[in-house]
């Protein structure tokens, strides 16, 4: 049982305690300068998701005062273009190309307005909406990882207390060696949440 202790005391030596405490200060430090970058690229995508979503509702308008504006045209062309096709003819030229497409898949008769139409005239506005969700994804992503970084920082900062209270107390001391343990179990601890924390890409 001595000897055990013996051993196991060999980690409350000076020179161990020494590297763990540096060890746990550069961990922490290097964990807490991710963790600040991690939180600078979630407000980054953050605002670019929140940039996007605009633009897309932009767009989104813009495609309903075209559908409307083509709704009317296309209307009053038909309504004249018996009876007065000079008149038809302006509200002809006044199509969209989405509208002609539409009115060439589909024929004059009826409503020529189709999926294909609607798609068209909301292109912009779904591809926008489609960046402002990948942007509020990634943002996601990192926010998780300065949550994890934080742990990381929050474990090593506790290893570091420990491996500190132990370097003021004497070597004899079963308190040394029980903080010394408790800062290697921490520094350890911490590692391995560090090497699962996954990479943004």
Request: net charge negative; glycine share 8%; hydrophobic share 45%.
């Amino acid at each position: 049982m001595n000897q055990l202790l013996d051993r196991i005391r060999f980690i409350s030596r000076e020179l161990v305690l020494g590297t763990m405490i540096a060890l746990l200060s550069v961990g922490t430090a290097v964990a807490s300068f991710q963790g600040a970058m991690a939180d600078s690229e979630q407000n980054k995508f953050e605002i670019a998701g929140m940039k996007a979503l605009n633009d897309g509702n932009a767009e989104y308008l813009t495609g309903n005062q075209v559908w409307i504006q083509d709704d009317s045209n296309f209307d009053n062309y038909y309504i004249n273009r018996d009876r007065d096709p000079e008149l038809a003819d302006y509200y002809y030229g006044n199509f969209t190309e989405e509208l002609d497409a539409a009115i060439e898949r589909n024929g004059e008769e009826g409503y020529p307005i189709d999926d294909e139409y609607v798609d068209a005239i909301y292109a912009s506005a779904y591809a926008f909406w489609e960046e402002s969700d990948t942007s509020f994804d990634l943002g996601a992503k990192w926010d998780e990882r300065g949550d994890m970084l934080q742990l990381v920082v929050m474990i090593m900062a506790l290893g570091l207390a420990f491996s500190a209270w132990a370097s003021l107390l004497k070597e004899e001391s079963n308190m040394r060696l029980l903080f010394s343990l408790a800062g290697m179990i921490m520094f350890v601890y911490g590692l391995i949440v560090y090497i699962g924390i996954p990479n943004v890409s």
